[in-house]
T-cell receptor, first 115, second 110 residues
Framework: GAGVSQTPSNKVTEKGKYVELRCDPISGHTALYWYRQSLGQGPEFLIYFQGTGAADDSGLPNDRFFAVRPEGSVSTLKIQRTERGDSAVYLC?????????????FGPGTRLTVL | SQQGEEDPQALSIQEGENATMNCSYKTSINNLQWYRQNSGRGLVHLILIRSNEREKHSGRLRVTLDTSKKSSSLLITASRAADTASYFCATEFSGYALNFGKGTSLLVTP
């Protein structure tokens, strides 16, 4: 079946602009995660959704970052007033259930470049 | 902050040789997972080992876990050029979030 998909695959924007990154999880997966991966680093946790609600958003770096999952499926990560330091690959993952015992399946990521 | 730390940072071997990567972490965990990331592609889950397990196999992969030393190792036997990738260990202790290390970059040459 289809895996996790993310759009766009690449996004170039100017400092100060607003961007939205979309994630389509695997059908039937209730848990959804966003991670951010900077060059030469491993992914860092941003936010976790169980269903429609954000169960843990402690990884979001500041209040310019916000994510939603209104119908418990597709999720959008929103970044306001982008800064050059926001440049990274944003990864989305989904898992069948909650809890760390379920494998998280990752999408290909969105590479964000802030000029 | 990164929870795990892989060693070595980079590894270069020839096809047919075995590759061993190590991971150390800081806090108690529920499980530890290994992922592979090819250049320009997403993370692919390789294997999960629970905190009460000591060794696990999957095809050419062998993972060990020593919770007393807070360390894990990933062994890839009879490596192939297609194994060239970055390998990450990820620990889970919160019930959902994965904490990744910086990864080991593996190069397998024909």
């Amino acid at each position: 079946g289809a895996g996790v998909s993310q759009t766009p695959s690449n996004k170039v924007t100017e400092k100060g602009k607003y961007v939205e990154l979309r994630c389509d999880p695997i059908s039937g997966h209730t848990a959804l995660y966003w991670y951010r991966q900077s060059l030469g680093q491993g992914p860092e946790f941003l936010i976790y959704f169980q269903g429609t609600g954000a169960a843990d958003d402690s990884g979001l770096p500041n209040d310019r970052f916000f994510a939603v999952r209104p119908e418990g499926s597709v999720s959008t990560l929103k970044i306001q007033r982008t800064e050059r330091g926001d440049s990274a690959v944003y990864l989305c993952a989904s898992s069948l259930g909650s809890g760390g015992q379920d494998t998280q399946y990752f999408g290909p990521g969105t590479r964000l470049t802030v000029l | 902050s990164q929870q795990g730390e892989e060693d070595p940072q980079a590894l270069s071997i020839q096809e047919g040789e075995n590759a061993t990567m190590n991971c150390s972490y800081k806090t108690s965990i529920n499980n530890l997972q290994w992922y592979r990331q090819n250049s320009g592609r997403g993370l692919v889950h390789l294997i999960l080992i629970r905190s009460n397990e000591r060794e696990k196999h999957s095809g050419r992969l062998r993972v060990t876990l020593d919770t007393s030393k807070k360390s894990s190792s990933l062994l890839i036997t009879a490596s192939r050029a297609a194994d060239t990738a970055s390998y990450f260990c990820a620990t889970e202790f919160s019930g959902y979030a994965l904490n990744f290390g910086k990864g080991t970059s593996l190069l397998v040459t024909p």
